[in-house]
């Protein structure tokens, strides 16, 4: 099992930056699939990016590409969103999300509030 604990969220304006980081403790950090999802109210949660467990295969949502980009640490069992150019529109409550086989978990959430 994996407890995940988000931080790096909070108020931005517009075309600012944040990075979002996602501690990871327990066993075997380094053979999961991590992802951030983002959850805005009134809608569903969606995948944001996901990384694969060596840091490779990045993928991105196609609402931010060219200005998030994912990373992980796998020494210091730490996975990373920067955001840059931010939008009213990334709005969100992140999480992140670790995946081994059929088992999947989540951190608490951290918001990010992008003011026009």
């Known amino acids: 099992q994996v407890q995940l604990v988000e931080s790096g969220g909070g108020l931005v304006q517009a075309g600012g930056s944040l990075r979002l980081s996602c501690a990871a403790s327990?066993?075997?950090?380094?053979?999961?699939?991590m992802g951030w999802f983002r959850q805005a109210p009134g809608k569903a949660r969606g995948i944001v990016a996901r990384i694969n467990s060596s840091g490779g295969n990045p993928y991105y949502a196609d609402s931010v590409k060219g200005r998030f980009t994912i990373s992980r640490d796998n020494a210091k069992n730490t996975v990373y969103l920067q955001m840059n150019s931010l939008k009213p529109e990334d709005t969100a409550v992140y999480y992140c999300n670790a995946v081994l086989g059929a088992s999947g978990y989540w951190g608490q959430g951290t918001q990010v509030t992008v003011s026009a």
């Open positions: 327990g066993r075997a950090f380094n053979g999961y699939v």
